[in-house]
């Protein structure tokens, strides 16, 4: 799990110095990109075969509903673009960050959650989107890993009491 949160932290800082050194539109475009990148180099760094599938599986699945939905609804955006609905910033960037939740758990995927949040903030505060677009676009990126993710079954290493001391247990789950 120390890999993880190395891996999960270096993306916050990463994320930090990109939103504080660009403009609204250049960032959010980073972060959907950014987000699911996290979260596809995490199953690579822990090795973890059966999470990429799975990764694989979600992300294509949120690429299709996304954009066939764009493509078949066709709504104007506020600012006068074509394929309004839904945010596919937004559905990208949910589903990294529900799948680090999902696969490796909750305290994880904060930093990426925040993250993705500010990409359906932005999508509206630009008037790129309607908030009815970013809504079902981080709808969409989270019930795709949802459907696809299992909870990541490496070793697991827990403090507890023992007698009138403290130590720690190491589990593995197969």
């Avoid at 916050?12 to 699911?36: C, F, H, K, R």
């Avoid at 990294?96 to 925040?114: D, Q, T, V």
């Avoid at 459907?147 to 827990?158: D, L, R, V």
């Amino acid at each position: 799990m120390k890999k993880l949160f190395t891996t999960s932290a270096s993306s916050l800082v990463v994320a930090s110095s990109l939103m504080a050194g660009s403009t609204t539109g250049t960032t959010e475009d980073i972060l959907q990109v950014l987000i699911p990148l996290t979260a596809y180099g995490t199953t690579l760094y822990l090795d973890d075969e059966e999470g990429q599938t799975q990764f694989y599986k979600s992300f294509g699945t949120n690429l299709a509903v996304t954009y066939g939905l764009k493509f078949a609804v066709d709504k104007k955006r506020p600012n006068g673009g074509n394929n309004s609905f839904p945010s596919g910033h937004t559905s990208a960037a949910f589903q990294g960050a529900s799948f680090i939740h999902f696969r490796y758990g909750l305290k994880y995927s904060i930093p990426a959650y925040l993250a993705a949040a500010y990409v359906g903030y932005s999508r509206v505060a630009t008037d790129a989107h309607y908030t009815t677009d970013v809504v079902v676009g981080a709808l969409i990126g989270g019930l795709s890993s949802y459907y696809f993710t299992t909870e990541y079954k490496g070793y697991e290493i827990k403090p507890m009491a023992v007698n009138s001391g403290l130590g720690f247990s190491i589990s593995k789950t197969w």
